[in-house]
């Protein structure tokens, strides 16, 4: 027979019950943590059902790190879509297989560039320009991960892309061998690739020393909180944490413009239906717009010709 304390189960962990949570949480996020467990700890800080992050960082960089959680995650695509300003150093003289300090040395130079030198080369850099993106990167080469590839050893070809850089900056350099700079840019660009270009275009190589990223379209540093001010704030009831921390769902499409409708016109929005902007004093309007109705948010709806289309219709509770 088989022994009765063999029969018993062991103790099972009971999982905390998960919520309703609705909202962004601007997070500072620590040089070594990877965007995924970062969006893996607020989800269980805040025990939410839903999160996703509005743009990777990878484990070499700070910074802003914007997280939504619940209804949010439907305007995630607007805050990707909007600038991403850096402040980054850039290491002088070698050159890196993965354009940044955690890669191996691939090629190396004695020359330094002047400040001069590099403030004369960085106009070259601002505007639309064709950017290849570093071998280990996210991006897909016939369904594989370009950095699972490279990490294969296999020769990893990416084709330039359109890319636009707003603002290019440089603010300092400490010593011959580092320089720090800021760049404001669109969606797609990437830092890392940046200073491989301009250390090759100075005749010096140079890769990514250090990188943080200072804001994502509507979030700044401003509203960044900690890794630690969030756990220490966890401590408590999870009600205080959200008081504490938890920016509306609308934060993330601030950038759009609002409209206001009437609890009827709100209704037929949340059923998938059209509604006419009629009227004489009917706002002008076109693309997407932001649609509230006694100061809820209830769609993003796109707007033609007098008609407003709801595309993401938004469950949030009524105060």
Not at 6 to 24: F, I
Request: aromatic share 4%; net charge positive; charged share 25%.
């Amino acid at each position: 027979m088989t022994p009765l304390n063999a029969q018993m189960s062991a103790p099972q962990v009971r999982k905390r019950e998960r919520r309703d949570v609705h909202g962004w949480i601007v997070l500072d996020k620590p040089v070594g943590m990877t965007s995924t467990h970062a969006v893996g700890v607020v989800k269980h800080l805040f025990q939410a059902k839903r999160a996703g992050h509005a743009g990777t960082l990878d484990p070499l960089a700070s910074g802003v790190l914007p997280i939504a959680l619940g209804e949010a995650t439907k305007t995630v695509s607007f805050v990707m879509d909007g600038r991403k300003t850096y402040r980054f150093t850039v290491r002088w003289g070698e050159e890196r297989d993965t354009d940044d300090a955690e890669g191996r040395v691939t090629a190396s130079r004695a020359e330094r560039p002047s400040t001069d030198e590099l403030r004369a080369l960085l106009p070259r850099y601002v505007g639309k320009i064709a950017q290849v993106p570093p071998r280990f990167s996210a991006l897909k080469i016939a369904g594989e991960r370009a950095y699972d590839l490279a990490r294969e050893g296999e020769a990893v070809e990416i084709a330039p892309r359109l890319v636009e850089i707003h603002r290019l900056e440089l603010i300092e350099t400490p010593d011959a061998d580092h320089t720090n700079l800021i760049a404001e840019c669109g969606k797609g660009t990437y830092v890392r690739a940046l200073a491989r270009d301009l250390g090759r275009a100075a005749g010096c190589l140079g890769h990514v020393a250090a990188l943080r990223r200072t804001g994502v379209g509507p979030f700044g540093e401003d509203l960044a909180v900690s890794l630690d001010r969030l756990q220490s704030l966890s401590s408590g009831e999870a009600v205080a944490l959200e008081r504490a921390a938890l920016l509306p769902v609308e934060a993330g499409v601030a950038t759009l413009p609002t409209l206001r409708v009437s609890p009827g016109d709100a209704a037929r929005l949340t059923r998938g239906q059209a509604v006419l902007l009629r009227g004489r004093d009917a706002p002008v309007l076109a693309g997407w717009v932001s649609v509230s109705c006694h100061d809820a948010l209830i769609a993003l709806a796109e707007a033609e010709k007098g008609e407003l289309r709801p595309r993401r219709i938004f469950n949030l509770p009524r105060a």
